[in-house]
């Protein structure tokens, strides 16, 4: 009994131990392992920190056994990205210039992963700093550097775990600067409240045989909010049409020189699903100076839309529409009366010629017309040639005139569009109120030519008003009929007053 006590005690002592040792053993120290999944490696400097080390001209080799860690949030799986990754952590990113393809195999958005940066140097590209294996001879003096060779990749870059959580930063362009070592460059930026620019709508994300630059703007339409989105030809949506409406858009921020520019994964970052902003060309206004103001539309081709005239589409008797497509060569060339394409054209006026003008006698005549080509898609509804004026303050009996004109031969009857006038005050009014015409029925019809005047008295309706006023000549309901849609056109627009 002796011993077997004085065992006892012996193995409850080892037990206390060895209990104790394992409380302490869980109290994690700097030199512990990584998690279960982590490679054996640890970072000792930050992306921010390392970046500091260039300022300008050659490239710095990085001589000592700095490793910084990062989460990939830009690869080349669309192909937007081609030999080179970003990647980024808590404060500031940076990009890896990579001799290999198809890098989102081994590096995808959302891998941590771990670069021992000995032997490397760190350059730059036009001020978007990254690091690479070796100096390019021929942008030394630029910070050039040169691809690390794909059989060194692995000896530099530690694969960590996958499906790491990236969020965007929400920021304003002009939180986003050209400076060398701004935090955000190679990084995941959100911005809120963007849309394309109407001159870059019936764009693609890229050119035929370029990389695309779109302008990129938020409502106020001012020059500094404004930023480049730029998209290789050889991404898998080159050829696909930008998004049309308003949102917010996902991206990751560099800059080019002193060009702002926002690089895209795929379509998916971009979310532009809200209607466009009221004004998105711009915030001309027209001022009732001296009665009649007259718009003739005879320079479209060489200076683009009057000051106060706008066109749209989505419109509806809440809403003054969306910035409609404008095709710049159309605007500048002319288009044909049977030119079938969607979108606001740069027509020949049914003044002066008839419907067998051929397209060489359209395109010389002098006297144009602003018109629109509804087609399934777009415009039918929702087509408007719109006019804002600045106030009528002081003013009264408004009145409208202008030339309706239904420019398709005369062979087979198509669709017909029924317009109509509308108003509403204020930049971003909540709802139109129609006014009577004469004619009261005002319509065109595919294969009929005509050149109707229509004129419309506002009587007291917009007297003395002292915010801005919207007139539109407005479609709000579908086409009638079978066959094709019309062409159609408006000219010798006419304001006056008391």
């Not at 006026?349 to 010389?364: E, F, K, V, Y």
């Not at 709000?476 to 019309?486: K, V």
Request: proline fraction near 4%; aromatic fraction near 10%; glycine fraction near 10%.
């Amino acid at each position: 009994m002796q011993m077997n006590s004085k065992h006892n005690r012996i193995s409850m002592a080892a037990v206390v131990l060895f209990a104790s040792l394992f409380i302490v053993s869980c109290e994690k120290k700097f030199t512990d392992p990584p998690p279960i999944g982590e490679p054996d490696v640890v970072a000792n400097i930050s992306i921010k920190d390392v970046k500091a080390r260039y300022t300008s001209g050659a490239p710095v080799q990085i001589t000592d056994d700095a490793i910084i860690e990062g989460v990939v949030s830009c690869d080349d799986r669309s192909g937007n990205y081609y030999q080179q990754i970003a990647i980024q952590d808590s404060t500031g990113g940076v990009l890896l210039r990579l001799g290999s393809f198809n890098l989102y195999n081994y590096y995808p958005v959302g891998r941590k992963v771990y670069v021992k940066l000995k032997g490397l140097y760190l350059g730059q590209y036009n001020g978007t700093l990254q690091f690479g294996g070796g100096i390019d001879s021929a942008y030394i003096n630029q910070g050039g550097v040169t691809l690390l060779a794909a059989n060194l990749m692995d000896k530099h870059i530690i694969k960590g775990a996958l499906n790491q959580p990236l969020v965007p930063k929400v920021v304003t362009v002009s939180q986003l600067t050209t400076n060398l070592q701004d935090k955000y460059v190679s990084t995941l930026i959100k911005l809120v409240g963007y849309e394309f620019a109407s001159s870059d709508r019936n764009k693609n994300y890229a050119d035929d045989n370029a990389s695309g630059n779109r302008t990129l703007q938020d409502c106020s339409n001012v020059s500094a909010n404004r930023i480049t989105l730029r998209t290789s030809n050889y991404s898998n949506f080159a050829t696909i049409p930008v998004a049309q409406g308003n949102g917010e858009i996902i991206a990751v921020y560099s800059f080019f020189g002193s060009t702002k520019q926002l690089t895209i994964r795929d379509t998916t970052d971009v979310r532009f699903y809200n209607p466009r902003c009221p004004t998105a060309s711009g915030d001309g206004q027209i001022s009732l100076t001296t009665s009649p103001i007259t718009f003739n539309f005879d320079n479209l081709g060489t200076a683009g839309l009057p000051t106060g005239v706008y066109v749209k589409e989505s419109a509806s008797s809440s809403y003054i529409g969306n910035d409609g497509f404008v095709y710049q060569s159309n605007f500048n060339n002319g288009t044909a009366w049977n030119q079938t394409s969607a979108g606001f054209k740069n027509f020949a006026s049914a003044t002066g010629l008839n419907s067998t003008a051929s397209t060489s006698t359209q395109a010389s005549a002098a006297n144009r017309a602003l018109g629109y080509r509804q087609t399934g898609t777009f415009g039918d509804p929702g087509a408007a040639f719109a006019f804002l004026l600045s106030n009528t303050t002081g003013k009264s009996n408004l009145q409208l005139e202008f030339k309706l004109q239904s420019l398709d031969a005369p062979v087979t009857l198509g669709r017909t569009t029924t317009w109509r006038v509308d108003y509403a005050t204020g930049l971003n009014p909540a709802f139109f109120s129609t006014v009577a015409t004469s004619p009261a029925t005002i319509t065109t019809t595919n294969g009929t030519f005509s050149n109707t005047t229509v004129t419309v008295n506002f009587g007291s309706l917009l007297n003395n008003i002292t915010q801005p006023v919207w007139i539109r000549i407005v479609t709000l309901t579908n086409t009638s009929g079978g066959g094709n849609r019309p062409s159609t056109g408006i000219d010798d627009v006419r304001f006056s007053w008391n």
